[in-house]
């Protein structure tokens, strides 16, 4: 058991499933991509606090949920912020962005095993949050200015923090765990800014 990192990885669970629920019937692709991805980032959250809380009997599920997280419900985020900037997607779009995302996530996680897959492409969903909140910014300051501090905190937490490690006496996977607690409700509010 690691309760310090129980309970960040419960604050990232419980900041991420409300920042979904701020979604929950609404009908625009943004909306739908931002309640979707929040909410596989917010389960994968929860179950990892229950893996460091020391029971290790849903951790197939809880690996699996990371996995999905990385490559499918961080992707979602930029697609939001995509749909805001560069194109409208239709639904048909909206639904073949997932299917082809989550294909992608089995192919790279399980049938040939490539470990940089999610820290790519969550890469470049955040370079598309932080482009696009660039390109609102004159107009949509409020919104541009979470998107900007969002998919910063995001990039800082996976490539400066990361999950191995500390820094002083703080495990880096808490510091991981809250830089992204902060950073889903910074993209969240720039997603309903925009919305």
């Known amino acids: 058991m690691v ?9 990232l669970s ?23 991805g929040f909410a596989i980032i917010g389960i994968s959250a929860g179950l990892g606090s229950i893996h460091f ?19 499918v419900g ?8 995509f749909h805001f900037t560069f194109r409208s997607l239709s639904e048909k779009t909206f639904f073949l962005f997932i299917a082809v995302a989550f294909l992608l996530y089995l192919t790279f996680s399980y049938l040939y095993p490539l470990g940089i897959y999610s820290t790519v492409v969550g890469g470049i969903a955040m ?4 482009i696009s909140s660039l390109v609102r910014f004159p107009r949509k300051s409020n919104a541009a200015v979470m998107g900007i501090i969002g998919s910063i905190l995001f990039i800082v937490a996976g490539l400066v923090i990361g999950t191995k490690g500390s820094t002083g006496s703080i495990l880096n996977v808490d510091i991981f765990h809250i830089l992204l607690a902060i950073a889903n409700y910074c993209i969240a509010e720039g997603i309903k800014k925009l919305s």
């Open 127 to 130: 370079f598309i949050i932080l």
């Open 53 to 71: 809380l020391g029971i290790n009997t849903l951790d197939t599920i809880y690996r699996f949920f990371v996995g999905l997280s990385g490559c």
């Open 14 to 36: 419980l900041v991420s499933l409300a920042m979904a629920y701020r979604f929950v019937g609404k009908s625009s692709i943004p909306s739908r991509s931002a309640l979707y």
């Open 3 to 11: 309760l310090s990192t129980f309970l960040s990885d419960l604050v």
């Open 74 to 81: 961080v992707p979602l985020l930029g697609l939001a912020f």
